[in-house]
């Protein structure tokens, strides 16, 4: 009888094995001692926010003193080669930069208080012209009455000038703050080479010190060209915008231009509002509604190209701020505090890319790519 293959090689085949248990434990992707560090480094963030956020009449003037003594610590070095002591050299440079934003201040508190004793007789000639607009309004709620949509424009009405006052306090920081922010801030610049020094010998290898001595030195160095930067965009804008408002009749010229000086040293939410500004004085100022917008057109141009060309070539050369991360630097420190949170957004953000390329540079083992 012919044996088939398969019963031969069988017969020939040495005693099988049982195939090794498919069941096997295998390592998990995450390890509970991972999770563990993850929800302990959460907790950590969340209880940092929630004493930043609570505490900020504390922190929020130490944080503004730091970074600001930061950025004007090189001027009293430079001070310091022409034989001044620093601490005399701290004490001049915060008042000549307390003599100009003063005179900053009086420049916009000036057409601001006038505006601000004549807000109903403005309220009304707004009003009045913007009753161009009543007969779109009137169609459109006529076609949402055929649709069947709400009313929702039946009652509109001007806006009422009760948050002027809140905005206002919520604007003006308490005395015992600002306080707090001066002497921080002299005393920061006239110890910041002792701080410093401090700093660097806390570690105590070589290695360790060097990186915190560059770190230190690339955060004020960049600190100090984007304040002198921007301080120059800046009056740079305020310049062309008090050109723009004299040019086309706009009342204050001088302090409007001192106005976007100011809030555009605020990323985004600055030139949104200066932009709304001149819309509103345009169009109470002017005799039409079309002759009211073109300051505020103009000045949307050269917002336009200083935002996207003239900042980003000058500013974001070295950092490459990514739009996205200013924008959420922007969103989170003014969520927790303020507008002075706005202006501190990009500075701490710079200061936390040049830690971040210290800690963690490019030339580091990579994921492999896919």
């Known amino acids: 009888m012919r044996a088939f293959p398969s019963e ?11 195939f090794p248990d498919s069941k096997a434990e295998t390592p998990p992707l995450i390890s509970r001692a991972e999770v563990t560090a993850f929800a302990l480094v959460t907790l950590l963030v969340i209880v940092i926010v929630a004493v930043l956020y609570v505490a900020r009449a504390f922190f929020l003037p130490i944080t503004m003193a730091f970074i600001v003594g930061t950025m004007l610590s090189p001027a009293a070095s430079l001070l310091e080669r ?49 009753h161009v607009f009543d007969r779109p309004l009137a169609l459109w709620q006529e076609l949402q009455s055929m649709v069947g949509g709400s009313d929702t424009l039946a009652s509109f009405q001007m806006p009422k000038f009760e948050w002027v006052q809140p905005t206002l306090e919520f604007l003006s920081p308490t005395f015992a703050e600002f306080l707090l922010f001066i002497a921080t801030l002299i005393l920061f610049i006239a110890s910041w080479k002792d701080l410093r020094r401090a700093l660097v010998m806390t570690f105590s290898e070589r290695p360790a010190r060097l990186r915190t001595l560059r770190i230190l030195n690339e955060i004020e160095t960049h600190l100090g060209n984007y304040l002198l930067t921007v301080t120059m965009i800046n009056v740079g804008v305020g310049i062309v915008t008090g050109a723009i408002c004299a040019a086309t009749g706009m009342p ?107 800690l963690m540079p490019v030339n580091s083992p990579q994921l492999p790519e896919g």
């Open 82 to 130: 022409y034989r001044i002591p620093r601490a005399l050299g701290a004490v001049l440079i915060v008042s000549t930069v307390g003599a100009a934003v003063s005179f900053m201040v009086g420049l916009i508190a000036s057409p601001v208080m006038e505006w601000s004793s004549r807000l109903p007789e403005l309220g009304a000639i707004l009003r009045q012209k913007l």
């Open 252 to 358: 204050n010229p001088a302090g409007l231009g001192a106005l976007a000086a100011t809030l555009n040293f605020i990323p985004i939410i600055g030139p949104v509002a200066m932009f709304v500004v001149l819309v509103v004085v345009g169009i109470i100022s002017s005799p039409t509604i079309g002759a009211g917008l073109i300051a505020a057109a103009c000045f949307a141009v050269v917002t336009f190209m200083e935002g996207h060309f003239v900042t980003p070539t000058i500013v974001g050369r070295r950092l490459s701020l990514n739009a996205l991360a200013v924008f959420l630097a922007l969103a989170f420190w003014t969520w927790l505090w303020g507008p002075m949170g706005a202006f501190l957004s990009s500075p701490l953000l710079i200061v936390a890319l040049i830690v971040k390329e210290h």
């Open 8 to 18: 031969i090689m069988l017969g020939n085949a040495p005693e099988s094995t049982p």
